[in-house]
Structure formats: C-alpha cells, structure tokens
C-alpha cells in the first residue's frame, strides 16, 4: 500500500506514521508513506500557497495551482498511472483521491477494508477555511469525514485514516485473527481482554480463561461480545446476526422486550 499525502505539514504525517505497528509497517515494506509538501509547488517567491477569499470573509484560502502540481507530480510517480498532461484533466482513472473534510461521507471501518485493497491511495490534507473549490472538483473523488466536529486541518483526519486502513493491509498486523474478531466485524464489539496476573487487586480474571476449554472459550468470547455491544453500542445490534438466545441476552440488557 503507498500513501500519497499532499499536505501543508509533511512532518505531522511522518512522524505520526514512523511510530508504532505504522512505523514498523513502513521499515518493513508492508506500506508506504510520501508527504509531498504543497508549499513546495506555490508558484510564488514566499512560497505561498494560501491567499484571501474571493467576497471576503475570515481566513486564508489553499490557492488551486500549488495544489494541482502537486498532484500531478504524485500522479506522475504512480506507475500505474497515465502520464498527467498540462492542460486540466479530470480525475486521472484509477486514482483515489481523498479530501479530508468535515463536509464528506463518514469513514467506517467498512470503508477501511475497501480501501485497503488499493495499491495506491492520495490525501488531500486542507487548511485554513479550505481549497478553492476548482481544484477539488476537479481532481478530488472520494470526500471523507472522521467525525460531526471541526478541526483545524486534514492531517488528523488523514493519519487516523491510513492508520485504519494499514493494520488491515496484509502482514502489517502479525495475527490475522484479530483483525477478524476486533470491534465492529459481524457489528459486536470486541469482547473484553485479560492479562497476567490471574488476581488483580483483589479481582479475578474470569475462569474460563484458565480452564483451557476451547469450546466453551469461543462460547465466551461470544457471549461477552453480544453483552458487550448491547451495553456500549446498542445502535449496531439491528445489523448482527444473533441466534435467538443472543437476540434475548441483549434485549435483556437493553430493556427491548418486543
Ligand atoms: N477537516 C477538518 N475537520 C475534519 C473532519 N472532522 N473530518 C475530516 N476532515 C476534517
């Protein structure tokens, strides 16, 4: 997975990514990270790639050119990609773009899994009051949002993405069972977990997790994702598929005894 990131603040990106299972990911080849500073591409002597809006108003705006420059220069770099030509081009075929806004669509894990399968994906990170709006148009395909909330620019919402996306890229986590069995697959939450040592303070880890008993180990883990998502997230509860036991433990907590 190679993740293009245009951006005011390549260092954000990068030392964000460099850290952690994302950093280790990177060393070892599974994913790929490019901050290209837009700045870079400003078309002027201070290197500005912001400038006042057209009817006023507070804020700066990202001008259009540095911003389509460098795309076409992260365009350039994808293979797969046709060469980008000088004049406007829409959407090059076959390239995601994602503008991290307020304004788009809500990132879910679902869409974390469709994303994974690509082999390139580019960001768009915005500041100030936003980037005029013919650029967006025109080279932008998928507008996202993190959340109902504003923030000060996309890099945030960019990260907290491509973090998502890459513990899904395979290899990148060492155990694929967990992926599978994390929060949100089937719509349960994950169930909860224990460590050393078996008495904490006085509380027992539950027994069932010393018997050794494989069965009733899976029976549990079950039981607690059903109790679980039913206390924290009775919202996904509609979209699982429960047996008729399940179907009544969670109504039981939930107090919906239709
Ligand atoms: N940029 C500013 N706020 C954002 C949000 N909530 N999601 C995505 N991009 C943003």
């Given at each position: 997975m190679n993740f293009h990131v245009m951006t005011l603040f390549p260092d954000m990106i990068n030392n964000a990514m460099g850290e952690s299972i994302t950093g280790r990911a990177i060393k070892a080849g599974y994913i790929n990270v490019d901050a290209v500073d837009i700045?870079?591409?400003?078309?002027n002597k201070h290197s500005r790639a912001d400038d006042y809006p057209y009817g006023g108003g507070a804020g700066m705006v990202m001008q259009a050119e540095p911003v389509y420059l460098c795309y076409r220069h992260i365009c350039n770099n994808i293979?797969?990609?046709?060469?980008?030509?000088d004049n406007i081009i829409h959407k090059t075929p076959g390239i995601r773009v994602i503008y991290l806004t307020p304004q788009g669509k809500a990132f879910t894990q679902e869409l974390a899994a469709e994303y994974s399968k690509e082999d390139d994906l580019v960001f768009l990170c915005g500041h100030?009051?936003?980037?005029?709006?013919r650029v967006t148009e025109e080279i932008v395909t998928d507008y996202i949002s993190i959340g109902d909330y504003v923030l000060t620019g996309g890099e945030l919402p960019a990260l907290v993405m491509m973090d998502a996306i890459s513990r899904l890229?395979?290899?990148?986590?060492?155990?694929c069972i967990s992926a599978q069995t994390?929060?949100?697959?089937?719509?349960l939450l994950e169930y909860p977990q224990y460590t050393r040592p078996a008495v904490w303070r006085g509380k027992e880890v539950p027994p069932v997790l010393l018997s050794g008993n494989h069965k009733k180990l899976a029976e549990w883990y079950r039981e607690q994702s059903v109790i679980k998502t039913a206390l924290?997230?009775?919202?996904?509860?509609?979209?699982a598929e429960l047996t008729q036991p399940e179907r009544e433990l969670a109504d039981e907590i939930t107090g919906n005894r239709s």
């Open positions: 700045r870079d591409f400003a078309t293979k797969k990609s046709q060469p980008v030509q100030y009051e936003g980037i005029d709006e890229v395979p290899g990148v986590l060492n155990n994390e929060s949100f697959s089937g719509n924290l997230r009775p919202d996904l509860l509609e979209g």
